[in-house]
């Protein structure tokens, strides 16, 4: 495969294209089978698309969504860009093969975290299922950055309209329990445990990397995408009935 060294758009969404030289090939020739959704985590578009061009920051993405719902284009689809770092999914690590990466306009946790603007989410949303059109992309394949790197990576967060794409017809999604009650005293260790079992199920790494925090970082990166009502890290029977129904509703069946 050659690598064009003019970028052409991908996708007639694209307001602007600004090539990063942060790319290669895609290992093994995969095609892209997986959307990872990101915020930039900086104060401005602007200023994370200069970053994501950077031969310095070693970090670029595909496409750049800003506040106003713009699309900026930075790398081609066909390539490998570097936005998903030390990742999961399925027991496979090299998600950056496998993945196209649209990083979200938002300063993140750090710097208020304000809401994802209707029109930002909007265009997120377009270009996803534009995004379908020309990929082969299953649903359950939509992930958040905090699905593939849970406890190194938080974003986009619980903010981030799921439900919103899914009504689009965008991602894997049931709707949330509204159950927010606390389990009886004795039942966690039953309910984290069967919780556990059904994340790696779903395709979470559950392999614990030697942090004692480590369940409650899955529950709460788990929350934070499908649940995010309460994304606190603690085991709930509204967070255990949302997960079964999840896994449940899976169009292929799981192989554990
Ligand atoms: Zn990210």
């Given at each position: 495969?050659?690598?064009?060294?003019?970028?052409?758009?991908?996708?007639?969404?694209?307001?602007?294209?600004h090539?990063s030289?942060?790319?290669?090939e895609?290992?093994?020739?995969?095609p892209?089978?997986m959307?990872i959704?990101?915020?930039?985590?900086?104060?401005?578009?602007e200023?994370?698309?200069?970053?994501?061009?950077?031969?310095?920051?070693?970090v670029s993405?595909?496409y750049v969504?800003d506040?106003a719902?713009?699309?900026?284009?930075m790398?081609?689809?066909h390539?490998?860009?570097w936005?998903?770092?030390?990742?999961?999914?399925?027991?496979?690590?090299d998600?950056?093969?496998?993945?196209?990466?649209?990083?979200i306009q938002?300063?993140?946790h750090?710097?208020?975290?304000?809401?994802?603007?209707?029109?930002?989410?909007?265009?997120?949303?377009?270009?996803?299922?534009?995004?379908?059109?020309?990929n082969?992309?299953?649903?359950?394949?939509?992930?958040?950055h905090?699905?593939?790197?849970p406890g190194r990576k938080?974003?986009?967060?619980?903010?981030?309209?799921?439900?919103y794409?899914a009504?689009?017809?965008?991602?894997h999604?049931?709707?949330?329990?509204?159950?927010?009650?606390?389990?009886?005293?004795?039942d966690e260790?039953?309910m984290?445990?069967?919780?556990?079992?059904l994340?790696r199920?779903?395709?979470?790494?559950?392999d614990?990397?030697?942090?004692?925090?480590?369940?409650?970082v899955?529950i709460?990166?788990?929350?934070?995408?499908?649940?995010?009502?309460?994304?606190d890290?603690?085991?709930d029977a509204?967070?255990l009935?949302?997960?079964?129904?999840?896994?449940?509703a899976?169009?292929?069946p799981?192989?554990a």
């Open positions: 495969m050659k690598l064009e060294t003019k970028l052409e758009p991908d996708s007639a969404l694209v307001h602007a294209v090539a030289p942060n790319f290669e895609r290992r093994n020739g995969w892209p089978s959307v959704l990101h915020y930039t985590g900086m104060t401005s578009a200023g994370a698309i200069g970053w994501l061009a950077n031969p310095e920051s070693g993405c595909h969504v506040e719902g713009a699309i900026t284009q790398v081609a689809e390539a490998r860009a936005h998903a770092g030390a990742s999961r999914w399925y027991g496979e690590c998600v950056n093969s496998m993945s196209i990466g649209i990083e938002n300063p993140g750090e710097r208020g975290y304000p809401d994802f603007p209707p029109a930002q989410m909007h265009a997120v949303a377009a270009l996803c299922r534009d995004i379908i059109s020309r082969r992309i299953v649903p359950q394949r939509f992930l958040g905090s699905d593939i790197a938080i974003d986009p967060g619980e903010k981030f309209d799921w439900a794409l009504r689009g017809g965008v991602g999604w049931v709707t949330p329990s509204l159950d927010l009650s606390a389990p009886c005293s004795g260790a039953a984290l445990a069967e919780a556990l079992e994340l199920a779903y395709g979470y790494g559950i614990n990397p030697g942090r004692d925090d480590w369940p409650k899955l709460r990166s788990f929350q934070m995408h499908f649940r995010p009502a309460r994304a890290g603690l085991i509204g967070t009935d949302t997960l079964r129904r999840l896994v449940d899976l169009p292929e799981v192989i």
